[in-house]
């Protein structure tokens, strides 16, 4: 059986329904929950949640369930027992990932950790579980730290997450899919297949021109077209912000030459930010929303989409190990 980990129990990739391959229920820097400006209780939490979260089910019921990636790793908010309740009371599949977003949010207990350590630690949380919450971790998260530059401690965790990946055959998912030579030596020299890696955050307005997706497309990589809807039309745009129509004519050049299986979408978008104000107004619901309307629009048809939000996610998230 194809086998993937949510919160609430191993699944069957077939039970997906459609996926939102990268989403925070809530993302926060280290430490943000140190500073009492941000406090929020949890009743607030819920609130600013679960309607969010009752929209996605509600909109993905014409394809029989809905899975929400939630793709914010250790130490930046991650919170299993909410995710938890939360799936329970939406009917939404959660899946949470290990991993960190980046060298630069791990903290410095994980700084000095060795690849030996990083890799366990990953393992664990796939194959045993997460804590004592009883839930298995279904991803792994790693990133690139600011400066669009790998750090010493961005290349540990991708190699430990290579060889974490093959253990378990979790997928990684990365933040940014800038500087990617260095992962793809790692992942080449770690005999992990590219097409068990989606290189997030291609589609931003502050990666374009410095992501190679020739040589991530070369290598058999997935690239990440996952901020959809950080539009610069939006009344107060973040930084990372792009015009709507330049994305999407980025992600249909795809499309119309034959890369569908290639590219994943999603909207990258916070249900209850943590230490941030967030973008108001943006939620995983852009996908329906606005996305596929567009998508439609342009001539994209049912099937399409279908292989961009469930089949090829479901392939992607299916635990698939890598005998020695
Ligand atoms: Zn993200």
């Not at 993302?27 to 979260?53: H, I, N």
């Not at 979790?170 to 260095?182: C, G, K, M, Q, R």
């Not at 996952?226 to 129509?245: A, M, N, S, V």
């Not at 290639?262 to 996305?291: I, Q």
């Amino acid at each position: 059986m194809t086998r993937v980990n949510t919160v609430l129990g191993t699944i069957s990739a077939a039970e997906l329904g459609f996926v939102a391959i990268h989403e925070h229920i809530g993302y926060g820097m280290p430490g943000c929950e140190l500073d009492s400006r941000w406090w929020k209780k949890p009743e607030q939490r819920y609130e600013e949640t679960v309607p969010k979260l009752r929209k996605f089910h509600e909109n993905a019921l014409p394809w029989g369930a809905a899975t929400f990636v939630e793709a914010t790793g250790i130490c930046n908010g991650r919170d299993i027992d909410y995710y938890k309740s939360l799936s329970d009371k939406t009917g939404v599949h959660i899946i949470a990932s290990t991993g960190f977003v980046g060298g630069d949010t791990a903290l410095p207990f994980f700084e000095r950790a060795s690849v030996e350590y990083l890799t366990d630690q990953f393992v664990h949380e796939i194959s045993v579980g997460i804590g004592d919450t009883g839930a298995r971790a279904g991803i792994i998260k790693v990133g690139v730290s600011r400066g669009f530059k790998m750090k010493e401690l961005d290349l540990r965790i991708y190699r430990a997450a290579a060889r974490a990946s093959r253990i378990t055959g979790a997928p990684i998912f990365t933040h940014l899919a800038v500087d990617s030579e260095p992962a793809l030596a790692i992942f080449a020299e770690e005999g992990l297949p590219c097409h068990r890696v989606l290189f997030g955050h291609a589609d931003d307005g502050v990666s374009q021109g410095k992501v190679n997706e020739k040589a991530i497309l070369d290598a058999g990589g997935r690239i990440g077209f996952d901020t959809f809807g950080y539009d610069l039309e939006l009344p107060d745009p973040p930084f990372w912000g792009r015009r709507r129509q330049e994305r999407l004519d980025h992600f249909l050049r795809f499309l119309n030459t034959g890369l569908v299986d290639r590219v994943l979408a999603s909207a990258d978008a916070n249900c209850s930010p943590l230490g941030w104000p967030g973008v108001k107004g943006h939620t995983v619901n852009y996908l329906f929303e606005r996305l596929l309307p567009d998508l439609r629009e342009a001539g994209v048809e049912a099937s399409t989409i279908d292989r961009i939000f469930v089949r090829n996610t479901a392939e992607f998230l299916t635990l698939q190990p890598i005998r020695p």
